[in-house]
């Protein structure tokens, strides 16, 4: 299953890189960096993708960033229960970069650009894409909307999610940020060691 999800997330990643080059956009230096960005993520699919890549890390680098996962998600309950909302960097991220890379979210592949989703029941939801990006098209005077769907992606990541939770039995809705997958990796006693 996670074989046919690396094959998705390679198509998000060349059709996101298609649009976004396209417009001349690179995601990079960027003060309103979308890893201090709170996003939720609710795929199993996704959680154990992320437990793939943190077996591909040496133990020490493991340690650290579940450590600084606990603190972020400490941090992330303390502003709610103040209700506050808290720009903090995603434990992944060091100098700058995203320590699995390769297995980061759906949403971390996707998210800058210009995009459209169609809804199930009809109707299309735009979005005009990241500060950072609209500033840099006024910028180069690149404005006009480049189609970017991502429809396909969403509905090929359910029938995914779908057919691993027939295959395992699990039910339950998720909805964690990174930091709280990497938590929960280490309170249900699967520590990646």
Known sequence: MLKRLETLFLEMDRAYAAVADQYGFRCDGC???CCL???????????LYLVEGMRTLESGV???LQKNASAVSACMSAAD???????????????????????RPMICRLHGIPHELQRPGGGII?????????????ESGKTDYIRFDRTPFYRQMAML???????????????????QMLVTI???GNEIN
């Open 81 to 103: 229960g103040c209700d506050e909302t808290l720009r903090i960097m995603c434990p992944l991220n060091r100098d700058g970069w995203c320590s699995l890379y390769r297995y």
């Open 37 to 47: 960005t709170r996003f939720h993520h609710h795929t199993l699919l996704e959680y």
């Open 31 to 33: 003060a309103d960096n």
């Open 186 to 188: 280490m309170d249900s």
């Open 62 to 64: 493991r340690r650290t």
């Open 126 to 138: 735009k979005n005009p894409g990241c500060n950072p990006f609209l500033e840099r098209c006024r």
């Open 161 to 179: 999610e779908r057919d691993l939770r027939r295959e395992t039995g699990y039910t339950e809705k998720l909805r964690l940020t990174i930091a």
